[in-house]
């Protein structure tokens, strides 16, 4: 379950999960592609890996381009030479109740969090194909896969529709020897989730640590945030297993919030 040589692309991965899961795959002997619409800040996530020995790259990445997504995956392979893992991770948040949402924020969200997954899963694909070795496809999803939350129509509409991405993916892809997964993140303390705070504060009528303890975090077993460190030993597990014995699955990472 070794991920040394492998070339793992990994976007929105100049912060939060994605640079956590850059981490613990550069560990691992991956050579890691940052890909992230912040170039400069793919550029710096690059540099700190570097500490690791492996070859680094940073690819300016906007996940619902497909001219973008094309030429980045075709950069990668033309200096990496190929392509063994993706890890779909770009996403952004809109909290709003569904009455008073914009069509264009709702466009939005489905274009980074499933056109995305969608064009840099094809991308990869089309390289893992023609390499013949297998490969690792991993969306990051969410607790919001399987549950619904208020204020998030969007968010929780598209991290549902990864799972059926998902598991297309893994009936199609099996015969090449790929996988895909998702992992399902309770909540996460990233900048994306700190956003919501006030905003879901003044939608509910509550302060910020109440929305901590009476929302986010209420149905969890021990009271605690899930960490990056949580989702990147998934990520790592789910990138180097070798066969397509795990795969269409979603694994849950959520202190118990969620359970099947």
């Keep these: 379950m070794s991920l040394k040589g492998k070339v793992a692309i990994i976007t929105g991965a100049a912060s939060g999960i994605g640079l956590e899961i850059a981490h613990a795959y550069a560990k691992e002997g991956a050579m890691v592609v940052i890909a992230d ?18 070859k680094t790259m940073a690819v300016a990445m906007d996940v619902s381009n497909e001219q973008m997504v094309d030429s980045a995956v075709e950069k990668v392979i033309a200096e990496l030479g190929s392509v063994d893992v993706l890890v779909s991770n770009a996403g952004i948040q809109v909290i709003e109740r569904i009455e008073n949402l914009e069509f264009d924020k709702w466009k939005l969200m489905m274009g980074i969090h499933l ?3 969608f064009l840099t899963t094809r991308a990869c694909l089309r390289q893992m194909y023609k390499q013949q070795r297998g490969g690792a496809i991993i969306y990051i999803g969410s607790v919001h896969s399987k549950e619904a939350s208020p204020l998030k129509a969007p968010y929780v509409t598209a991290k549902h529709g990864l799972l059926g991405l998902c598991r297309t993916v893994a ?18 303390k990233t900048p994306l989730v700190e956003k919501q705070l006030p905003q879901q504060a003044k939608e509910l009528g509550l302060t910020e640590e109440e929305v901590i303890s009476k929302v986010l975090l209420k149905d969890t077993v021990d009271g605690e945030f899930t960490s990056t460190e949580d989702v990147a030993k998934a990520a790592v597990f789910l990138a180097g297993f070798e066969s397509c014995s795990i795969t269409g699955q979603s694994l849950i990472v959520s202190h118990g919030w969620c359970m099947e």
């Design 37 to 54: 619409l912040n170039e400069e800040g793919a550029r710096a996530a690059a540099l700190s890996l570097e500490q690791y020995g492996q």
């Design 115 to 117: 056109d995305g997954a």
């Design 171 to 188: 009936k199609e892809a099996a015969q090449h020897g790929v996988h895909a997964n998702v992992i399902c993140p309770g909540y996460v």
